[in-house]
């Protein structure tokens, strides 16, 4: 099993940065693949990224793609999404998942979840 702790959200203006972070604990971190959701007020949760256990590999949701970047460093256990460039509608509870398998955007696929943090793009 694996804990998963995020953190790094807050308040911040529209075309601001922010960098969410996500520690790990529990069994080796580098056998899990690793995702970013998100679940906006009054909607369901949705995707963000993906990575693969190794790094090598990323998905984005469409919405995201060109403005977030999904990272880890596997001897620290962490995984990080910077988040440029943001809007408004990006405000939401930001969620970090590890999955035993790729899973890339399909939120069933994923294992164990942590329990979110808040961000707030404001215009």
């Known amino acids: 099993q694996v804990q998963l702790v995020e953190s790094g959200g807050g308040l911040v203006q529209a075309g601001g940065s922010l960098r969410l972070s996500c520690a790990a604990s529990g069994r080796t971190f580098s056998s899990y693949a690793m995702g970013w959701f998100r679940q906006p007020p009054g909607k369901e949760r949705e995707f963000v990224a993906a990575?693969?256990?190794?790094?090598?590999?990323?998905y984005y949701a469409d919405s995201v793609k060109g403005r977030f970047t999904i990272s880890r460093d596997n001897a620290k256990n962490m995984v990080y999404l910077q988040m440029n460039s943001l809007k408004p509608e990006d405000t939401a509870v930001y969620y970090c998942?590890?999955?035993?398998?790729?899973?890339?955007?399909?939120?069933?696929?994923?294992?164990?979840w942590g329990q979110g943090t808040q961000v707030t793009v404001s215009s």
């Open positions: 998942a590890a999955s035993e398998v790729w899973s890339g955007g399909r939120k069933e696929g994923y294992d164990y």
């Open positions: 990575v693969s256990r190794t790094g090598g590999s990323t």
